[in-house]
């Protein structure tokens, strides 16, 4: 399939970190065996895992989830920041609450660049210099806080007009602050926090309140909850909740 669609030689081969051994070593030697070539792809790039609320993500678990899903509820860009915040070699723990702050960083980067949809500044040296080291997103998101940092403690005249073209400029580079603020605003959601504490008492006594046949106790409380913004799912292992959008 690689042959086919890439040729006998190509630049990139991209992976799950599982697979460096001992599949790709296998592919390697059958190509360059087939081809008489020295080497398949220029660079091997293996990911790390993706985990879900500190477990692996699986069907049998029940925290399946797909892209297409996530983006009934978030904007791409919210999703594209949330992963671009981890080396890709690393494992990503994909959390609730990792994804609402990402909205609230891009949030706040939106606001304070404003409706200017100009891109006319550079991008940071600081910023492609990490993607230039193994692709080190991680490092040029760090980065892209620290400029959001100097137009918001200091800068004024035209060198904060310079750093909010630059800030939008190395946003773009990543796929990141593409449209105006107000389009941006639209489009989102509005974000639900709850107290993730206060949910657990809620959901223990309602366990208790079922134990003893208290239906009218249950739903009331599943009532309370559903007011809070929690939508509850009953099943055969346990109860369990999310945000209702």
Same mark, same amino acid.
């Given at each position: 399939?690689?042959?086919?669609?890439?040729?006998?030689?190509?630049?990139?081969?991209?992976?799950?970190?599982?697979?460096? /051994?001992?599949?790709?070593?296998?592919?390697?030697?059958?190509?360059?065996?087939?081809?008489?070539?020295?080497?398949?792809?220029?660079?091997?790039?293996?990911?790390? /895992?993706?985990?879900?609320?500190?477990?692996?993500?699986?069907?049998?678990?029940?925290? /399946?989830?797909?892209?297409?899903?996530?983006?009934?509820?978030?904007?791409?860009?919210?999703?594209?920041?949330?992963?671009?915040?981890?080396?890709?070699?690393?494992?990503?723990?994909?959390?609730?609450?990792?994804?609402?702050?990402?909205?609230?960083?891009?949030?706040?980067?939106?606001?304070?660049?404003?409706?200017?949809?100009?891109?006319?500044?550079?991008?940071?040296?600081?910023?492609?210099?990490?993607?230039?080291?193994?692709?080190?997103?991680?490092?040029?998101?760090?980065?892209?806080?620290?400029?959001?940092?100097?137009?918001?403690?200091?800068?004024?005249?035209?060198?904060?007009?310079?750093?909010?073209?630059?800030?939008?400029?190395?946003?773009?580079?990543?796929?990141?602050?593409?449209?105006?603020?107000?389009?941006?605003?639209?489009?989102?959601?509005?974000?639900?926090?709850?107290?993730?504490?206060?949910?657990?008492?809620?959901?223990?006594?309602?366990?208790?309140?079922?134990?003893?046949?208290?239906?009218?106790?249950?739903?009331?409380?599943?009532?309370?909850?559903?007011?809070?913004?929690?939508?509850?799912?009953?099943?055969?292992?346990?109860?369990?909740?999310?945000?209702?959008?």
């Amino acid at each position: 399939m690689a042959w086919k669609y890439l040729g006998e030689a190509f630049d990139i081969h991209g992976g799950g970190i599982d697979l460096k /051994f001992p599949h790709h070593e296998n592919e390697l030697a059958q190509t360059c065996c087939a081809f008489h070539e020295s080497r398949m792809a220029n660079f091997w790039m293996h990911n790390g /895992f993706l985990q879900v609320e500190g477990d692996k993500m699986s069907k049998s678990l029940g925290n /399946f989830v797909t892209i297409r899903e996530l983006l009934n509820d978030w904007p791409g860009e919210v999703l594209r920041l949330n992963m671009l915040k981890t080396h890709y070699r690393s494992p990503i723990d994909w959390t609730l609450k990792a994804v609402e702050e990402s909205k609230r960083t891009l949030d706040h980067w939106y606001k304070i660049i404003g409706d200017d949809t100009r891109a006319t500044g550079e991008a940071d040296e600081q910023v492609l210099g990490s993607l230039l080291d193994d692709l080190n997103t991680s490092n040029a998101i760090t980065r892209l806080h620290g400029i959001a940092s100097e137009i918001r403690t200091g800068a004024s005249g035209l060198a904060q007009i310079e750093l909010k073209q630059r800030l939008k400029a190395s946003g773009m580079v990543l796929g990141l602050l593409e449209q105006p603020e107000d389009e941006y605003l639209r489009n989102s959601p509005r974000m639900i926090l709850v107290d993730e504490a206060a949910v657990n008492i809620l959901l223990e006594r309602r366990s208790a309140a079922r134990a003893r046949k208290d239906f009218k106790e249950s739903d009331r409380i599943r009532d309370e909850l559903a007011a809070m913004g929690v939508a509850i799912k009953d099943s055969k292992d346990g109860t369990t909740w999310e945000i209702a959008r």
